[in-house]
């Protein structure tokens, strides 16, 4: 059985960090606080966020933020929700969120809630079940969720779910693992986990896994590593990751490293990414494999990041 090349994946991050000069640069140029998040997150589950220099991407990262509050992909571009969780989650990786105008970027994201419930992602207003998942997961991280109406949007949350146990990203939108992902981990957050179906669903996420172990986002669809961390986060929020072939997934996650040169993709030998990469190490967390440290399946973030949070440890 291969075995995971962890030094190798960390000197893959580290080297298309120092190929164009800053961090954020290991995928497209408008969302470099995402690609933070994803490489940051991966050296940290590796015990490996030492080698970088945090104030260099501290400071970085404040020169992305807003007027408004939110936060923009990179230095000059337009703020928008998912960059402001980024942004949020690789601040609390370093422990940095003191640096933050809380109430200001907290402000920012609960000003997107809409009158039904919903989010909106920037203030053009597109609708999508992951803004309402992005924005609670934010403002949770912030300990300010008393500033949107938590109720109203555990409901919209919950129009979006279908008959067969998933949920989509607006009401009648179909199932599919991405989405559910988002829902399942607000309500998680939000304490609402009640509003589902947990056999039905853990039956329509466990159908993920196909031949080769690895996981698929929708029924007839390719498997993707990517889907390993949304099926499988999905499946321990709601009690039912034990319904998968976890040996079978480790060893489809282990076949799509490039064990020469570092990384992970989607499917074996495609070209690897960082994206792949961050959900290929997540997913082999949630599986438990040895020198990976543990996940939060709603947080997105190492436990110990998340107990240093919520518990003060
Ligand atoms: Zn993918």
Redesign the pocket.
Known sequence: MAELAADKHVKYIVSVEKKKGSFGSVVIEHMRVNGAYWGLTTLDLLGKLHVVDVDEIVSWLISCQHESGGFGGNVGHDPHVMYTLSAVQVLALFDKLDVLDIEKVSDYVAGLQNEDGSFSGDEWGEVDTRFSYIAICCLSLLHRLNKINVEKAVKYIVSCKNLDGGFGSTPGGESHAGQIFCCVGALAITGSLHHIDKDLLGWWLCERQVKSGGLN?RPEKLP????SWWVLSSLIMIDRVHWINKEKLVQYILDCQDVENGGIS?RPDDAVDV??TY?GVAGLSHLEYPGVKAIDPAYALPVDVVNRIFLGR
């Open positions: 986002g993707d590593v990517c889907y989607d994206y792949h959900f």
